[in-house]
């Protein structure tokens, strides 16, 4: 009659083979939650120059010669810092303004992300 069960042989095998692959995924675990800290950060900065270009676009609609001292510079307080520059006229047309390029610049845990937007006059 033949015993049932594993031999002492097979499940240190097993063992060290579980244990290989348990040692493998642990290491990868710290440069998991660096990874997703900095995906993070990246998605706050998008996030934030996404919403001051917004206003950007529809102050310069209302009023393409604005200096755009209405609007709101974003990240104030989250750690996140953000600097623009005055709209710069790329381009006149019979003596107006009529492509503008506006920069915005921000900062999080010491990476800094660099936007520009160009926009036309519509009239």
């Known amino acids: 009659m033949k015993e049932q069960g594993f031999t002492l042989i ?43 270009f917004e206003q950007v676009r529809g102050e310069l609609r209302n009023n393409f010669d604005s200096t755009l001292s209405t609007v709101t510079v974003p990240g104030v307080g989250s750690g996140l810092s953000c600097t623009t520059t005055t709209p710069v006229d790329l381009e006149t047309l019979n003596g107006q303004s009529a492509l503008k390029r506006v920069k915005l610049s921000c900062t999080i845990n010491g990476k800094t992300h660099n936007f520009s937007l160009d926009i036309a006059r519509t009239s």
């Open 10 to 52: 097979e499940i240190l095998v097993a063992l060290a083979i579980f244990s290989i692959v348990v040692a493998a995924i642990i290491t990868m675990l710290p440069g998991l939650a660096t990874t997703n800290s900095r995906t993070r950060d990246d998605q706050r900065v998008l996030l934030a120059a996404q919403g001051y």
